[in-house]
Each structure stands twice: as structure tokens, then as C-alpha cells.
């Protein structure tokens, strides 16, 4: 079985799309995202949208080499890349050891070498892609969920590849909003800043209106990039991260100091410690309530597979077993020969990582924000519980974990822009297993390189927040379980009753019951971005009313344009400064 029911633009006759050329420019944009991607990881703490990245990055490098490509070659491109950068969430753990080797509170001297962390990197990539393949009917033909990112992947290569006057217009709104999502972003960096002697702020009205702290990241992101990103996702799960962003950066603060829980001022760090528990209650719990209640639909996922593992477009069933089985063994083995991480240990990592995948593929797909890094803290608690005391067993396993699962949301995004312009899955599949290693060797290169060069945890330079935070929870677990903040537990209870709850009654009332996944990641992003994706929600809606047909036709194009623009341009001044500093150096 194909897509060819699914109402999916279909590939004409003859065209072909793995081809020597796409795959050679493929590998091209694969170094050139894998190289850049890390610094932006570091700085900002999480990665924006880069499937739109890629896609212009091919589009520029099969322009540049021939006249007669077409959209899905250019797909295979920017597969290549999505593929390469998302190995780039190994850096927040490689940053993270760097830490707690300057730790005082605990003793940790390991540092992998750049063999150990590629082969380590390319091993758990390759199984979480591996993995994900049997799940793209399910998520992106069956439930349609929407992987805004891959949205505007897709509507970029089509606007790229289209002719005539819509076309045209659709192109411009891409563009414009492409330039001034850019020029915003780039008016915020500090070393644009010092050229020109003004900048643009980061948050407007920080302490939202007075009712929030400081230091909560409570008000409103002057980026465009979640302007853009709201207007796809859609209201109702806006309004379900909005809620979560009031819960944790208003309300929660207020709470915590006023029984005693953290030191006052609060920072966001000591608030995130405690929330996170919920939050990843209602995650997983709404996540897993939701495949089960469709487990119809997931098993026609599996016998649909098994149909096309011979003739069909799909890749074949038969591969995923053999491929899985060696990454798994690879991994055993490369966590025990160089890590001293227990085989029994790295098998209940991979076995941890299928759940955390189902979660965060859903997650992902609502919401637009992948909850791994999040969610990767739990499984430290975890693993402090299977292994006490033993910091590399909950580093490494942890690790692992999410790293096969946040290898599925590139693939997934990727499917998405196939089914939009009806791209064969079996050679988007063959392009990711390609790039991973690609991306897997420039990541272990770069990384020791960015380091050196900026540093990382501190004030100035590669802040890294999420590795803060993995150090954090590292040293905070390394007396065991008991370590936890009190109540933790509950509160996980908690929020997986609510979870659950949410998600039993979208079945009937799904209009008005806020979104368990929703909630939950509001409640661990900062507010100032979940609010502003509300407002750009609500501006989208706003105009579909008043102009119905030009928002049909120029919404999607310049919302992907607006999250375009700022990470293109994060992008680009990453390597001018990589390049920059080298040269000094």
C-alpha cells in the first residue's frame, strides 16, 4: 500500500529523485548543517527550524550545478540536512561532561575522544532512524498531525519549484518574511550590537505585566520565528502551551517560594527543577493515552509495512529488524568497551527510548517543539534509581535514550515534506541513513572546536542551557533517588492523571479540552515563546477572516518564511563567526 489514496500529490511519470546529483549535493549541505548546527544548539539551548534550511541550501546548490533539477531532488537535499543537524542534540551531552568536569560537587573525569563520540553519535542516530520508519503512516497518512517545520519545508520547495503568478506572489510572501524574521534575529546578537550601537531586545514586558518574576522568561520573544511557527500549529494547541507557560513562569514561582522550595529571586533553573516533573507526567502519559486508544490504527501501520516490504515504496520491514538489531549491538558494545556502561543498562536505554519516541514524535507533531531534551532528565532519574551513584551508567544511558529518539523527529519531519509533494519514503529513508554519519563525524569534529574557542556554561559565550541543566540534575542524583526534590513523584503522578484525563476527553470534546501534550511542553519551554506563538495564532486567524482567499493562498508560505528567515540567518552568522575566531586564533 502507498499513499496514492491519501489525496498526495503524485510524482509524474519518469521524474527521478535519488539521483547522483542529489545525492552528492545532499552530502555538501549534510557537512555544511552539521558543521553550523552545534553553535546554535549551544547558544540558544534549543535548535530552530532547519528543514527549511536545508531545503534553500539545496535549492542553491543544485541551482548552482544544473538548470533541470526538480522539487524532489531538492527534497532529498534537505533531507541530507535535517538528517546531519539533528545529531547535533549530542553536544548538549558533550557539553554537559565538559561541566561536571569542573564540577565541585562531583568527581567526573571522562572525556570521549572525537572516535568515541562519533561512533557512539552515528550508532544511536542510525537505530533511532531505524526505529521511526514504521511509524510515518501512522503519524503523518493516519493522524495527520501537522510537523510545522516539515510544513514549511514542504510549501519552500514547492514555491521554490513553481512558476506563474501565484506562485510569484507566494514566493514574495516567503521571501519578505524570510528578510525581516532575518534582520530581527540578526539585530538582537550582541555582536551585531557593537557594530551599530543599538540593538533590538530579546523579550518585551519580561515580567508579563507585573504578575511573573524576573528571570521567569515570562513575557513576550521578539521573534518571528515563533510568530511563524503559531501560525501553523493552529489555536487550540497555542492556547494549550499558553496555559502551560502561565502554570510554570506566572503562577509556579509564586508557589514554590512561597512554601520554601527555591531561594529567592528565583531563576529559571531552580523553577525548572520542580515543574518538569508534571509536565513530563502529562507528556508521556497523554502521549501513550492517545497511541492507545488509536492502536487500530497503529497496528494497520505495521500489516501496511509488511504489505510493501517487497513492491512497495515504503522500506522494507525485513531491513528495519536486521538494522536495529546491529545498532543495538554496536551500541552494547561501544558503551561497554568505552564508556564502562553495563550491556544490561544501554539494552534498557534502547528499550526506554521507544516510549520517549512515541511521546515525542506526537509532541512534535502538535506542537511543534520536541520535548526529549526534557524529558532525557527523567530518564536520569531513572537511571540514578537502576544505577546509584554511578554518574557515567546515568550520563551515557540517558543520553542514549534521547538521542535515538530525537534522531526520530528528523525523519518524521522529513516524511511529512515527502507526503506534501509525494516524494518516495524508501529513498528519503536511504538519504537519512547517508547523512547521520555524516553529521555524526562533522558534530564530534566541531564540537571540541566550539568549545575551545567560545566556551561553554558561562555567562558570555555557548550559555548551553540545556546541558546546565543535565549537569544539574547529574549532581543532583548522584546520592540516588532520594535526592529528588520532595514531592517529585507526586507531582509526576499528577500530571500523568491529567494527561490521561485531556486525553480521553478529546475523544468526544476535542474542541474544547486543552491538549495534554500542549500543556505539557509550555510548561518546560520558556513562556515568552509559547506566548508569542499565541499571538501569532491569533493574528493567522484574524486574517483568514478578514481576507479569507490571500490568507488561504500567502499564510502557510509566509509563516514559513518567518521561521525561515531567523534560522537562516543564525545559520549564516554562525559559520562567519566560527570562521571568524579560527582566523584570530
Given amino acids: 500500500m502507498d499513499d496514492a489514496h491519501d489525496d498526495v500529490p503524485q510524482k509524474p511519470p519518469g521524474i527521478r529523485e535519488f539521483t547522483p546529483r542529489a545525492i552528492g549535493a545532499g552530502m555538501i549541505v549534510a557537512v555544511i548543517m552539521g558543521a ?116 514549511a519545508a514542504g510549501e519552500t520547495i514547492i514555491v521554490l ?78 492556547l494549550s502551551m499558553a496555559l502551560g507557560g502561565l502554570i510554570s513562569w506566572v503562577i509556579a514561582p509564586h508557589l514554590l517560594l512561597k512554601y520554601g522550595r527555591i531561594p529567592d529571586p528565583p531563576v529559571r533553573r531552580e523553577v525548572i527543577y520542580w515543574v518538569m516533573w508534571p509536565a513530563t507526567g502529562m507528556l508521556i502519559a497523554g502521549g501513550l493515552s492517545a497511541l492507545f486508544l488509536r492502536w487500530r490504527v497503529l497496528a494497520r501501520t505495521f500489516r501496511s509495512l509488511r504489505a510493501d516490504s517487497i513492491r512497495g515504496d515504503e522500506f522494507p520491514l525485513k531491513w528495519i529488524g536486521v538494522g536495529v538489531a546491529l545498532a543495538t549491538i554496536a551500541l552494547v558494545f561501544i558503551q561497554k568497551e568505552y564508556f564502562g556502561v553495563a550491556p544490561w543498562l544501554t539494552l534498557i536505554s534502547v528499550l526506554i527510548a521507544l516510549p520517549l519516541m512515541l511521546v515525542g514524535l506526537r509532541v512534535l507533531g502538535e506542537t511543534n517543539w520536541g ?10 532519574a531513572l537511571f540514578a534509581l537502576l544505577a546509584p551513584g554511578n554518574l557515567m551508567a546515568n550520563m551515557g544511558s540517558s543520553g542514549t535514550s534521547g538521542t535515538i529518539a530525537t534522531s526520530s523527529e528528523a525523519i518524521m519531519q522529513d516524511y511529512k515534506v515527502g507526503h506534501m509533494i509525494g516524494s518516495t519514503p524508501r ?34 559565550g555557548l550559555s548551553a542551557p ?56 509550555g510548561m518546560v519551554v520558556p513562556g515568552s515563546v509559547v506566548f508569542t506563538m499565541l499571538i501569532g495564532g491569533l493574528a493567522g486567524t484574524i486574517w483568514a477572516r478578514v481576507d479569507p482567499k490571500r490568507a488561504e493562498k500567502l499564510s502557510t508560505p509566509l509563516a514559513s518564511g518567518l ?6 540567518v543564525a545559520v549564516v552568522l554562525a559559520i562567519i563567526l566560527f570562521v571568524m575566531e579560527r582566523a584570530h586564533s
Avoid at 517529585?488 to 478529546?506: D, Q, S
Wanted: aromatic share 10%; with cysteine.
Fill in 371 to 380: 520535548p526529549i531534551s526534557q524529558i532525557s532528565n527523567m530518564m536520569q
Fill in 427 to 460: 529513498y528519503l529513508t536511504y538519504m537519512q541513513l547517508l547523512a547521520a554519519p555524516i553529521g555524526a563525524a562533522v558534530v564530534a569534529l566541531i564540537y571540541p572546536v566550539l568549545r575551545d574557542t567560545y566556551g561553554v556554561g558561562g555567562d558570555t
Fill in 36 to 151: 553550523a548546527y552545534p553553535y546554535i544548539v549551544l547558544k540558544l539551548g534549543f535548535g530552530p527550524n532547519v528543514s527549511v534550511v536545508a531545503a534553500i541550501l539545496g535549492y542553491l546548490m543544485l541551482g548552482i550545478l544544473y538548470r533541470d533539477f526538480n522539487r524532489w531532488e531538492n527534497n532529498i537535499v534537505q533531507t541530507a540536512g535535517t538528517a546531519a543537524s539533528q545529531t547535533a542534540f549530542m553536544c548538549i551531552l558533550l557539553a554537559a561532561f565538559d561541566l561536571l568536569r569542573q564540577s565541585k560537587v562531583v568527581h567526573f573525569t571522562f572525556a570521549p575522544s572525537v572516535w568515541q563520540s562519533f561512533v557512539w553519535l552515528a550508532a544511536a542516530s542510525i537505530l533511532g532512524l531505524l526505529l521511526a520508519v514504521p511509524l510515518r503512516r501512522h503519524f503523518v497518512v493516519d493522524e495527520k498531525l501537522t510537523y510545522a517545520d516539515g510544513v
Fill in 161 to 238: 519549484d513553481s512558476r506563474g503568478a501565484e506562485a510569484r506572489d507566494a514566493a514574495i510572501a516567503l521571501l519578505a518574511g524570510s528578510f525581516v524574521s532575518g534582520i530581527i534575529w540578526l539585530l538582537q546578537q550582541e555582536s551585531i550590537a557593537g557594530l551599530i550601537g543599538w540593538s533590538i531586545p530579546d523579550t518585551l514586558f519580561p515580567t508579563f505585566f507585573g504578575l511573573a518574576k524576573e528571570k521567569m522568561s515570562a513575557g513576550f520573544s521578539v521573534s518571528l520565528l515563533s510568530i511563524g511557527s503559531g501560525m501553523i500549529v493552529g489555536n487550540r494547541i497555542n
Fill in 563 to 568: 521561521i525561515a528567515g531567523e534560522a537562516i
Fill in 466 to 521: 540545556a546541558s546546565v541543566r543535565w549537569q544539574g540534575f547529574a549532581e543532583l542524583l548522584v546520592g540516588g533517588v532520594s535526592k529528588l526534590p520532595a514531592d517529585a513523584l507526586v507531582t509526576l503522578a499528577i500530571g500523568a492523571a491529567l494527561g490521561i484525563t485531556f486525553t480521553l476527553m478529546e475523544q468526544k470534546w476535542k474542541t474544547w479540552t486543552p491538549s495534554a501534550t500542549g500543556i505539557g511542553i
